[in-house]
């Protein structure tokens, strides 16, 4: 990896890529977050401490195909739990129903 950014505006993405959410970081980050101030939205960004730590050390990514989820927010986390009840043979036929059953 050579870059990333935390919630770009929309349409300047610098690549269709995202990361999402699984690092195995190395213990300096600590150090970096402890000192880092806020970043996009007002929060304070460990994208932003990753940045610094890329600047000293490697980063690898692992590109797959796949299905992922965004767990930000509680609809995201909704559609994470159902989409994975759905998908496991021993819960899919009663997650189905217990869905249809709400609607």
Do not use: W
Request: aromatic share 6%; proline share 4%; glycine share 10%.
């Amino acid at each position: 990896m050579t870059g990333m950014v935390e919630k770009p505006a929309k349409g300047t993405e610098p690549s269709n890529l995202f990361i999402s959410g699984r690092y195995i970081l190395q213990p300096e980050i600590f150090d970096l977050l402890a000192r880092q101030g806020k970043g996009a939205g007002g929060e304070i960004q460990l994208t932003d401490s990753m940045l610094a730590l890329l600047t000293r050390q490697d980063f690898h990514a692992l590109e797959y195909d796949g299905e992922t989820y965004d767990c930000g927010d509680k609809i995201g986390l909704l559609r994470a739990n159902v989409g994975l009840a759905l998908k496991r043979p021993d819960l899919a036929d009663a997650a189905r129903a217990a869905i249809l059953s709400l609607l």
